[in-house]
């Protein structure tokens, strides 16, 4: 595997399920990132981990819990999720937050909430 | 508040040239990154600028202007694959990157 990869590419959830996307790289990098699209919206930072510590939380909701057990590793943690919550989870990576580097994403999960 | 201006959507025709457009006020400047995405896909790095001028790469270029607060991504001998959305971001002075919505860019043959 290369590259940054995302499991499941596809999940539909009822609102009381518990579910968790799953995101590895192997790229060596530092940083791990969270994102939220949805269609003709900005990119919505989610959450971010430096060195395996989370160094931002962009007011997400609790249902959403981020998990990084390492640094070629992060999960988001779902539960009692919203029909507004359906979009395109893309997790991505950078050699570190700051400075010139450029973030390498995942394929995204879709998500579909019903 | 901080924001980034693209056009939604553009239409160019094969082999032409295209420019799309990317304003920003945010609080403070370290870096505009461009970024394509493909339909489906993950967005993929293009290109990066920190200072003023052109960078050029292959049939793709940048400009920044960092006192007019705008950039634009220049598109050369369009090809049907260019067809994606282009996205801009900039990192402000908490090195946190503010992402425009994207411009849909259709080529037509």
């Known amino acids: 595997e290369t590259g940054v990869t995302q499991t499941p590419r596809h999940l539909v959830m009822g609102m009381t399920n518990k579910k968790s996307l799953k995101c590895e790289q192997h790229?060596?990098?530092?940083?791990m990132y969270w994102y939220k699209q949805s269609a003709k919206k900005p990119l919505e930072l989610m959450f971010v981990?430096?060195?395996?510590?989370?160094?931002e939380n962009n007011s997400v909701p609790s249902r959403f819990s981020p998990e990084c057990p390492n640094s070629s590793h992060l999960f988001l943690h779902l539960h009692t999720l919203q029909p507004e919550d359906s979009a395109l989870y893309l997790c991505?990576?950078?050699?570190?937050?700051?400075?010139?580097?450029?973030?390498?994403f995942g394929p995204g999960t879709r998500l579909t909430v019903t | 508040g901080q924001n980034i201006d693209q056009p939604t959507e553009m239409t160019a025709t094969e082999g032409a040239i295209v420019q799309i457009n990317c304003t920003y006020q945010?609080?403070?400047?370290?870096?505009l990154f461009w970024y394509q995405q493909h339909a489906g896909e993950a967005p993929t790095f293009l290109s990066y600028?920190?200072l003023d001028g052109l960078e050029e790469k292959g049939r793709f270029s940048s400009f920044l202007s960092r006192s007019k607060g705008y950039s634009y991504l220049l598109l050369k001998e369009l090809q049907m694959k260019d067809s994606a959305s282009y996205l801009c971001?900039?990192?402000?002075?908490?090195?946190?990157?503010?992402w425009g919505a994207g411009t849909k860019l259709i080529i037509k043959p």
């Open positions: 945010t609080s403070g400047f370290n870096g």
């Open positions: 981990y430096n060195f395996k510590e989370q160094t």
């Open positions: 790229l060596g990098h530092n940083a």
């Open positions: 971001a900039v990192r402000d002075s908490n090195y946190q990157l503010i």
């Open positions: 600028n920190v």
């Open positions: 991505a990576s950078s050699q570190d937050e700051t400075g010139s580097y450029e973030q390498y």
